[in-house]
């Protein structure tokens, strides 16, 4: 048997474990597993995870994002750049962006630290000045609003932009809802353009975004090295925003690039390359974030906990801070239709329960609860026939999923004055059966089926009806989601989760048509 040499078991070694030291935890504590991942194995993109644009242009004379300029081989995303011809025809690139959106709506809550192990790859390539030439971009963004601009951030540009503006060197904006020019001197956008910028975009090295409701950083091998002026401005955004990778060759029509300092058909371009993308939800940045948001002190409350009233994110007219006996305080004065939102840490995926400590000297009423824009249901409050005599009401169990969250009371009734808060207490329930409150639209055991189980990994979701949207998310007993699937427009789905260990795991199902948790057995 042949011996290894000390440089050869070294060299082994360290391939072996370079994939657990490409990632360190988020700025912080208890940040826990990623809630998003992708290293890129196998020979093909992830299909269940990313959509590719393959289209004739995006509107602008950017060029055309092509399919097959996307690929993926080694544990590597490349993206490449290629210049055919002149003219908007011959430019070719490619875009990648997420079929998991993070924001109201999407499958998880927007804020979170967001992390891509990236390269503009120019091994071979023979001219130093590469701006101008092509547009490689690790951003979040969503298009196709009607008449809005979505927030958009870019962790990592390399443009034109970045010669006259950066001296060469990779730039990471902020662009404000709608482009709006609130920044100073009626700029529309925070940008970082650091003209001696140490950082490197030509070799690997991990850029990352902290996005909190009152901080925007950005990360340079976990390293902060630069905020944003308008954070508040990002926490107000309601449009869920997608992890995209795209690149492709400049033109000359666009302002940034005059004809001397765009690409030839002559020119061999550089690819943009992705070896890993993580995204952590449900952490504390510490110093690196958090904080205050919308006039109350917006304390982030981790549950299971108890938020107290006048703990709130923002409150609507009609709800006031009022002191109550034994020197606390309360959310009184509540007109019909007024609201409050507050802030919520969930460390782990599952069913909660919340406590409502209430008081009624007027008619009661309703509260409509939403997290992060869902619509959870409605409680009843009664009257107390006393405004200081506080009493418990119970929701039913809730799915809640993990991350930081915004939870938006509405208050509804008859009279001057409906009731008045103290608090909220959330239990974890995860041991039973989610029963949601309010309005769902709760399929019974019939309408769903769930078959094999137990199986020996392999299971078959027959939802007996055309669904549009439905997250299925798959957690292990201590709350871990070990897998996550986003199902689009269909009637059956079959989940391959052989690769786990035997025992006992929990299926949600979340979308418009179906709120839904069961437990799947591997034998």
């Known amino acids: 048997m042949k011996q290894l040499n000390t440089k050869t078991l070294i060299g082994i070694l360290f391939f072996l474990i370079s994939p657990l030291l490409t990632f360190a935890q988020p700025p912080g504590s208890g940040w826990g597993n990623p809630v998003f991942q992708d290293d890129f194995n196998g020979n093909s993109l992830n299909s269940s995870k990313w959509r590719v644009k393959n289209n004739g242009g995006n509107g602008t004379g950017e060029g055309q994002f092509k399919a097959n300029m996307v690929s993926v081989a080694n544990g590597i995303l490349t993206i490449k750049n290629d210049l055919v011809s002149e003219g908007t025809a011959g430019r070719r690139g490619g875009w990648v962006d997420s079929k998991i959106k993070f924001g109201n709506g999407g499958a998880f809550p927007k804020y979170g630290y967001f992390e891509a192990d990236i390269r503009i790859n120019r091994q071979g390539i023979n001219f130093n000045w590469i701006g101008g030439k092509i547009w490689p971009t690790w951003w979040l ?251 418990k009401v119970s929701t039913g169990n809730i799915f809640i999923n993990a991350g930081i969250k915004t939870v938006r009371l509405v208050y509804k009734g008859a009279g001057p004055y409906l009731f008045n808060i103290d608090g909220f207490v959330f239990r974890n329930t995860s041991s039973s059966r989610s029963a949601f409150i309010g309005p769902l639209k709760e399929p019974t055991v019939n309408q769903i089926e769930i078959y094999p189980n137990p199986s020996k990994g392999n299971f078959n979701i027959d939802f007996n009806q055309k669904i549009s949207n439905v997250t299925a998310i798959l957690t292990d007993v201590s709350g871990r989601i070990v897998y996550r699937e986003v199902l689009e427009n269909t009637t059956s789905q079959s989940i391959n989760i052989q690769e786990l260990p035997r025992g006992m795991y929990i299926l949600n199902l979340q979308g418009k048509e179906i709120n839904l948790q069961d437990k799947l057995v591997i034998e």
Do not use: C
């Open 141 to 391: 963004w969503e298009g196709g609003q009607s008449n809005y601009i979505p927030t958009e951030f870019d962790i990592m540009e390399y443009s034109r932009w970045t010669n006259f503006k950066a001296n060469g060197n990779a730039t990471s904006s902020h662009h404000y809802r709608n482009k709006a020019a609130i920044g100073p001197g009626g700029a529309k956008k925070f940008a970082i353009t650091d003209k001696n910028s140490p950082r490197d975009e030509f070799n690997w090295h991990r850029w990352g975004l902290l996005w909190t409701p009152t901080k925007i950083t950005w990360y340079y091998d976990g390293v902060p090295f630069g905020s944003s002026d308008r954070p508040a401005d990002a926490a107000q955004e309601t449009v869920p925003l997608k992890l995209i990778f795209s690149s492709s060759p400049h033109v000359v029509t666009h302002p940034d690039t005059p004809p001397r300092f765009a690409p030839k058909v002559s020119d061999i371009l550089p690819s943009f390359q992705v070896r890993s993308v993580r995204v952590w939800q449900g952490g504390n940045p510490g110093s690196s974030g958090g904080g205050n948001n919308g006039g109350g002190n917006g304390t982030i409350v981790k549950i299971p906990g108890t938020l107290e009233g006048e703990n709130y994110k923002t409150l609507s007219t009609g709800v006031r801070v009022v002191n109550i006996p034994n020197n606390k305080k309360a959310l009184g004065y509540i007109k019909n239709n007024s609201w409050s939102e507050h802030y919520i840490d969930v460390p782990a995926p599952g069913t909660y329960a919340i406590d409502v400590y209430a008081s009624s000297g007027g008619s009661g009423g309703t509260i409509d609860f939403t997290i992060n824009g869902n619509a959870l249901g409605k409680l009843d409050v009664p009257k107390t026939n006393n405004w200081n005599d506080y009493k």
